[in-house]
């Protein structure tokens, strides 16, 4: 796909215009371009320009909103794309999603969901607004093998840690793993919160979710000494 189609997938978030966004995507679906191509080169660097200007005041919140619903629309196209590319693999393992208390962001989280999805994993999405408790009902409802909370706030950050604490309280923490992300986190801030891992992104984060699947067969193997996984 030429570099003028990215970037004029780009120009339609910036614009928040949602029929442009839209038929671009199908465009890019008629013309066998990978989903992931067109998110990645085209309307997730339109959401990181429509951040940067609303951060130096070049853009207000309808704006934004419009820049929202234009990635919305976009990801209705591209979202059973994706899907339908993973649908024949092996169930992966249980993942709850979503977004923290306080904190109504969710493209990022939904983008997480939909290649966990074609990766195999089976994605319950709680959402946005969630608070800890409802992440650990949820996981110990689904007996889930990864919880992932996003949060794109510095002051919703922080409730990923009640997320964490509620999952250690309902006694789940030694079998859930837990993987945070979202644009203010960092590697640093899982570790201090004592998350699992942080993914910069939705394909690190299936990287991420795979390898904490590693861990979980291994230890499960470690305490049952007739466990076959391969090392
Ligand atoms: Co919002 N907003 N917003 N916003 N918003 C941000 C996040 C700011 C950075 C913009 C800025 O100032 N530069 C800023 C936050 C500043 C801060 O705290 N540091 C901000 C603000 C201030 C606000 C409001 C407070 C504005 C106001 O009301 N005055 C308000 C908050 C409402 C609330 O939550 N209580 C608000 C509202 C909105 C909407 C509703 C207009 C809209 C959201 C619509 C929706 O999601 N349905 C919105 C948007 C769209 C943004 C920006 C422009 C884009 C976010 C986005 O979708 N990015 C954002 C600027 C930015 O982030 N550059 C801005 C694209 C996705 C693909 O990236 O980072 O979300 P992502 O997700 C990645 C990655 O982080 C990772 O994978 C994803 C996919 O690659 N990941 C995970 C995410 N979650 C993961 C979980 C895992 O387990 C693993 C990986």
């Known amino acids: 796909m030429p570099d003028d189609h990215f970037s004029a997938m780009r120009q339609s978030i910036i614009d928040g215009a949602p029929d442009t966004a839209s038929s671009l995507a199908q465009q890019a679906v ?6 992931l191509d067109a998110i990645n080169n085209g309307y997730v660097p339109g959401m990181h320009d429509v951040g940067e200007q609303f951060a130096r005041g070049q853009m207000f919140l309808p704006d934004m ?18 899907k339908r590319l993973g649908t024949e693999r092996p169930m992966a393992g249980v993942v709850v999603l ?29 959402g946005v607004d969630v608070s800890g408790e409802k992440f650990a009902a949820k996981a110990r409802e689904l007996e889930a093998d990864i919880v992932g909370v996003s949060a ?3 002051t919703t950050m922080r409730n ?7 999952l250690e309280k309902d006694g789940l923490r030694t079998r859930v793993k837990i993987m945070v992300g979202g644009a203010p986190v960092t590697r640093r801030w899982a570790e201090e919160i004592g998350a699992d891992g942080y993914a910069k992104d939705a394909m690190s984060a299936v990287a991420l979710a795979q ?12 305490q049952n000494l007739s466990c076959s996984i391969n090392r």
């Open 152 to 154: 794109l706030l510095t």
């Open 160 to 166: 990923q840690k009640t997320v964490v604490e509620a």
């Open 211 to 222: 390898e904490l699947m590693q861990q979980k067969l291994h230890t499960i193997c470690d």
């Open 65 to 82: 909103m419009a820049s929202a619903e234009a990635m919305r629309c976009a990801m209705a196209v591209l979202d059973p794309e994706l």
């Open 98 to 126: 979503g977004t923290t208390k306080g904190d109504i962001h969710e493209i990022g989280k939904i983008l997480v969901g939909t290649l966990l999805t074609a990766h195999g994993f089976r994605v319950h999405d709680l």
């Open 30 to 35: 008629t013309s066998g371009v990978a989903p």
